[in-house]
Protein backbone atom coordinates (compact mmCIF):
# COMPACT_ATOMS: atom_id res chain seq x y z
CA UNK A 1 0.00 0.00 0.00
CA UNK A 2 1.33 3.33 -1.26
CA UNK A 3 1.76 6.30 1.23
CA UNK A 4 -0.17 9.40 0.54
CA UNK A 5 2.35 12.66 -0.17
CA UNK A 6 1.35 16.21 0.41
CA UNK A 7 1.27 16.55 -3.44
CA UNK A 8 -1.22 13.78 -3.62
CA UNK A 9 -3.36 15.55 -0.96
CA UNK A 10 -2.70 18.77 -2.65
CA UNK A 11 -3.77 17.36 -6.38
CA UNK A 12 -7.01 15.83 -4.50
CA UNK A 13 -8.36 18.73 -2.86
CA UNK A 14 -7.57 21.43 -6.74
CA UNK A 15 -9.70 18.45 -8.90
CA UNK A 16 -13.21 19.65 -8.54
CA UNK A 17 -15.77 16.61 -7.26
CA UNK A 18 -17.07 14.37 -10.72
CA UNK A 19 -20.68 15.25 -11.09
CA UNK A 20 -23.29 13.23 -10.05
CA UNK A 21 -26.11 14.75 -11.72
CA UNK A 22 -27.00 16.39 -14.77
CA UNK A 23 -29.59 18.60 -17.15
CA UNK A 24 -31.10 15.62 -19.23
CA UNK A 25 -33.37 18.14 -20.97
CA UNK A 26 -30.47 19.95 -22.10
CA UNK A 27 -29.78 17.99 -25.45
CA UNK A 28 -33.15 17.88 -26.83
CA UNK A 29 -32.67 22.37 -26.31
CA UNK A 30 -29.81 21.99 -27.95
CA UNK A 31 -31.10 20.32 -30.62
CA UNK A 32 -33.98 23.00 -30.61
CA UNK A 33 -31.49 25.75 -30.65
CA UNK A 34 -29.55 24.24 -33.35
CA UNK A 35 -33.18 23.55 -35.23
CA UNK A 36 -34.86 27.04 -34.69
CA UNK A 37 -31.26 28.78 -36.12
CA UNK A 38 -31.13 26.59 -39.06
CA UNK A 39 -34.60 27.22 -39.39
CA UNK A 40 -34.28 30.86 -39.67
CA UNK A 41 -31.19 30.93 -42.19
CA UNK A 42 -32.88 28.64 -44.73
CA UNK A 43 -36.52 30.30 -44.49
CA UNK A 44 -35.01 34.00 -45.06
CA UNK A 45 -33.01 32.55 -47.73
CA UNK A 46 -35.95 30.54 -49.77
CA UNK A 47 -37.82 33.97 -49.44
CA UNK A 48 -35.31 35.95 -50.52
CA UNK A 49 -34.48 33.46 -53.25
CA UNK A 50 -38.22 33.62 -54.27
CA UNK A 51 -38.24 36.72 -54.51
CA UNK A 52 -34.96 36.93 -56.88
CA UNK A 53 -33.13 39.16 -54.40
CA UNK A 54 -30.78 36.83 -52.56
CA UNK A 55 -26.94 38.38 -52.36
CA UNK A 56 -24.21 37.39 -51.18
CA UNK A 57 -24.44 40.54 -48.60
CA UNK A 58 -28.13 39.33 -47.64
CA UNK A 59 -27.37 35.81 -47.34
CA UNK A 60 -24.89 36.93 -44.88
CA UNK A 61 -26.81 38.99 -43.08
CA UNK A 62 -29.41 35.87 -42.85
CA UNK A 63 -26.91 33.60 -41.38
CA UNK A 64 -25.63 36.01 -39.13
CA UNK A 65 -28.79 36.37 -38.27
CA UNK A 66 -29.17 32.73 -37.65
CA UNK A 67 -26.09 32.86 -35.71
CA UNK A 68 -27.25 35.05 -33.65
CA UNK A 69 -30.70 33.52 -32.52
CA UNK A 70 -28.49 30.71 -32.10
CA UNK A 71 -26.50 32.63 -29.15
CA UNK A 72 -29.58 33.65 -27.48
CA UNK A 73 -31.55 30.06 -27.63
CA UNK A 74 -28.24 28.30 -26.39
CA UNK A 75 -28.77 26.18 -23.01
CA UNK A 76 -26.75 26.33 -20.38
CA UNK A 77 -25.77 22.76 -19.68
CA UNK A 78 -25.91 22.37 -15.63
CA UNK A 79 -24.43 19.76 -13.32
CA UNK A 80 -23.59 19.12 -9.65
CA UNK A 81 -21.65 17.33 -7.71
CA UNK A 82 -21.50 17.14 -3.67
CA UNK A 83 -20.85 20.64 -2.95
CA UNK A 84 -20.64 21.99 -6.37
CA UNK A 85 -22.86 23.20 -9.21
CA UNK A 86 -21.97 24.02 -12.57
CA UNK A 87 -23.15 26.32 -15.62
CA UNK A 88 -21.69 25.83 -18.33
CA UNK A 89 -22.95 28.67 -21.39
CA UNK A 90 -20.93 29.03 -24.69
CA UNK A 91 -18.73 31.51 -23.62
CA UNK A 92 -18.35 30.70 -20.01
CA UNK A 93 -19.21 28.46 -17.21
CA UNK A 94 -19.68 29.32 -13.47
CA UNK A 95 -19.56 27.60 -10.60
CA UNK A 96 -20.57 27.82 -6.42
CA UNK A 97 -19.94 25.87 -3.50
CA UNK A 98 -23.34 24.99 -2.81
CA UNK A 99 -22.54 23.50 0.68
CA UNK A 100 -20.71 26.97 1.45
CA UNK A 101 -24.15 29.55 -0.16
CA UNK A 102 -24.72 32.95 1.41
CA UNK A 103 -27.35 34.04 -0.77
CA UNK A 104 -30.50 32.25 -3.01
CA UNK A 105 -32.78 35.03 -4.51
CA UNK A 106 -34.68 35.33 -8.18
CA UNK A 107 -33.61 37.64 -10.74
CA UNK A 108 -35.37 40.60 -12.01
CA UNK A 109 -35.77 40.27 -15.61
CA UNK A 110 -37.50 39.03 -18.44
CA UNK A 111 -36.67 35.48 -17.86
CA UNK A 112 -36.71 34.18 -14.55
CA UNK A 113 -33.48 33.06 -13.14
CA UNK A 114 -32.01 31.85 -9.83
CA UNK A 115 -28.95 33.44 -8.53
CA UNK A 116 -26.64 31.46 -6.23
CA UNK A 117 -23.93 33.04 -4.11
CA UNK A 118 -21.20 30.98 -2.03
CA UNK A 119 -19.22 32.45 0.98
CA UNK A 120 -15.95 32.61 -1.85
CA UNK A 121 -17.95 35.39 -3.74
CA UNK A 122 -18.88 33.26 -6.83
CA UNK A 123 -22.16 33.44 -8.41
CA UNK A 124 -24.36 31.20 -11.07
CA UNK A 125 -27.26 32.04 -12.96
CA UNK A 126 -29.62 29.49 -13.67
CA UNK A 127 -33.50 28.71 -15.03
CA UNK A 128 -35.19 27.46 -11.92
CA UNK A 129 -37.05 25.40 -15.05
CA UNK A 130 -33.78 23.19 -15.10
CA UNK A 131 -34.03 22.58 -11.16
CA UNK A 132 -37.64 22.10 -11.72
CA UNK A 133 -37.34 19.14 -14.35
CA UNK A 134 -34.52 17.30 -12.90
CA UNK A 135 -35.15 15.87 -9.56
CA UNK A 136 -31.82 13.93 -9.17
CA UNK A 137 -30.21 17.80 -9.85
CA UNK A 138 -32.41 19.71 -7.47
CA UNK A 139 -32.14 17.08 -4.80
CA UNK A 140 -28.24 17.45 -4.38
CA UNK A 141 -28.55 21.08 -4.67
CA UNK A 142 -31.23 21.12 -1.93
CA UNK A 143 -29.25 18.70 0.76
CA UNK A 144 -26.36 21.44 0.37
CA UNK A 145 -28.32 24.43 0.64
CA UNK A 146 -29.63 22.35 3.83
CA UNK A 147 -26.19 22.16 4.91
CA UNK A 148 -25.48 25.98 4.45
CA UNK A 149 -28.85 26.77 6.51
CA UNK A 150 -27.36 24.45 9.04
CA UNK A 151 -24.10 26.11 9.03
CA UNK A 152 -25.66 29.92 9.21
CA UNK A 153 -24.00 30.57 5.98
CA UNK A 154 -27.19 30.84 4.13
CA UNK A 155 -28.51 34.92 5.10
CA UNK A 156 -31.46 34.87 2.43
CA UNK A 157 -32.94 32.46 0.00
CA UNK A 158 -34.74 30.35 2.71
CA UNK A 159 -38.10 31.48 0.70
CA UNK A 160 -36.42 31.15 -3.22
CA UNK A 161 -35.52 27.71 -1.88
CA UNK A 162 -39.15 26.37 -0.25
CA UNK A 163 -40.40 28.24 -3.75
CA UNK A 164 -38.28 25.85 -6.04
CA UNK A 165 -38.83 22.53 -3.41
CA UNK A 166 -42.95 23.51 -3.90
CA UNK A 167 -42.48 23.56 -7.81
CA UNK A 168 -40.13 20.64 -8.30
CA UNK A 169 -43.20 18.82 -5.61
CA UNK A 170 -45.51 19.97 -7.90
CA UNK A 171 -43.77 18.28 -11.30
CA UNK A 172 -43.48 15.20 -9.21
CA UNK A 173 -46.68 14.94 -8.23
CA UNK A 174 -48.39 15.64 -12.15
CA UNK A 175 -45.63 13.20 -13.16
CA UNK A 176 -47.03 10.66 -11.28
CA UNK A 177 -50.52 11.15 -11.77
CA UNK A 178 -49.76 11.19 -15.45
CA UNK A 179 -47.70 7.64 -15.52
CA UNK A 180 -50.72 5.74 -13.18
CA UNK A 181 -53.22 7.29 -15.29
CA UNK A 182 -55.14 9.70 -13.09
CA UNK A 183 -54.44 13.14 -14.75
Known amino acids: MGRRTTSDTA ?8 P ?3 DITWPGE ?5 GYATLLFVLLTLVDQAADTLTDVRAALWLFLGVLL ?3 LWPARVSAAPGLLLSRG ?8 TDRLVSVRWSNGVAQRLVLRDADGNRAEIDPRVL ?6 WAVVDTDARTSIERGTLC ?3 TALRQIQARVDEETAR ?3 KVSGLD
Open 11 to 18: RNQAMPPQ
Open 30 to 34: ARSAV
Open 132 to 137: VANPSL
Open 156 to 158: CGE
Open 175 to 177: TVF
Open 90 to 97: LWRQSGVR
Open 20 to 22: VAY
Open 70 to 72: FTV
